[in-house]
């Protein structure tokens, strides 16, 4: 299984960037995808999940409101769109993928994982 990211670059405070995760290698009927974030100096932490079924999503309080996780089956992708981005949001942006349809947390419950994408918000 292979995750390819995209669509990171240089936003200004308030702007918006959609990321895309494309799944490779097999076809997800079920699991979660999700994005994690690390910014400098700072742990990976989950940012927003969502179950292949379409029935599950998670946020968490620091995007709630701004970022909306979509995932289209037919392509085999998961999207991130951010909008109201803010300097804090600036970090690597990696998405991963587990073969339970449980949305968790902890990075290590996640088995494939694509390389990151830089997203950088300017004040």
């Known amino acids: 299984v292979q995750l390819q990211a995209s669509g990171g670059g240089l936003v200004q405070a308030g702007g918006s960037l959609r990321l895309s995760c494309v799944a490779s290698?097999?076809?997800?009927?079920?699991?979660?995808m999700g994005w994690f974030r690390q910014a400098p100096g700072k742990e990976r932490e989950l940012t927003a999940a969502?179950?292949?079924?379409?029935?599950?999503?998670f946020y968490a309080e620091f995007v709630k409101g701004r970022f909306t996780i979509s995932r289209d089956n037919a392509k085999n992708t998961v999207y991130l769109q951010m909008n109201a981005l803010k300097p804090e949001d600036t970090a690597v942006y990696y998405c991963?993928?587990?073969?339970?349809?449980?949305?968790?947390?902890?990075?290590?419950?996640?088995?494939?994982w694509g390389q990151g994408t830089l997203v950088t918000v300017s004040s």
């Open positions: 290698g097999r076809t997800f009927s079920s699991g979660v």
């Open positions: 991963a993928a587990r073969s339970s349809s449980v949305v968790v947390r902890s990075m290590s419950s996640y088995e494939y």
């Open positions: 969502i179950t292949w079924s379409g029935i599950g999503t």
